[in-house]
């Protein structure tokens, strides 16, 4: 797994030279599987949209199909865990004796999502790990459903932009094609640095 992600590009070059244009459902699959359900947080996001970028820039794959289909996966798979967090939270949060599943907890989470709720579910799409949470605990604390679109959408268009463009721009580049496990780490620390941000400013307000 962890060669996988580290050197997603080689794969990513694997699959579309033995699977021609399947790759595009291979790649929906996997982006939609890493935010669609809570049990694969470790699938690589970023570095597969940063690999997917390179590709397009050679021409391998459509660039305008690959931003489309990805971030409908990205949104899609959002969507997808708001609604089973939804579902399931209030009926998981039922009382007040376990430390893990207070019901309080759940409350001030729907507190602090009608107050924060469009910041941590677009900043959260850029931090790998976290993405994959937020959604199912935005509709376990009941978010607002048309914010929790809204922001999702902006969310995945800006995560998938972002990436994408920065693997058509740069993925070719030798230093960066040449030290791809490098560059995948990198994408990690940076991925991480808004919430960090946030976090901070937020500490100093209060």
Known sequence: ???FVLH?????LE???DYGSWVYAILFTIVFA???FVVTPFLPGDSLLFATGALCATGSLSPPAMFGLLVFAAFAG?????????????RVFTGSVSRLLNRQYLDRAH???EQYGGKAVILGRFVPIVRTFVPFVAGAA???SAAFVLNNLVGATAWVGLCLGAGFVFGNVPIVKNNFSLV???IVVVSILPMVYELMANRRRH
Do not use: C, K, S
């Open 1 to 3: 797994m962890i060669d």
């Open 111 to 113: 507190a602090f999502f």
């Open 15 to 17: 699959f579309v030279r």
């Open 8 to 12: 997603f590009d080689r794969h990513l």
């Open 78 to 90: 959002n969507t997808v865990n708001y609604a089973v967090g939804r579902f399931v939270g209030p």
């Open 142 to 144: 009941q978010m607002t």
């Open 34 to 36: 890493e935010t669609g």
């Open 184 to 186: 995948t780490i990198g």
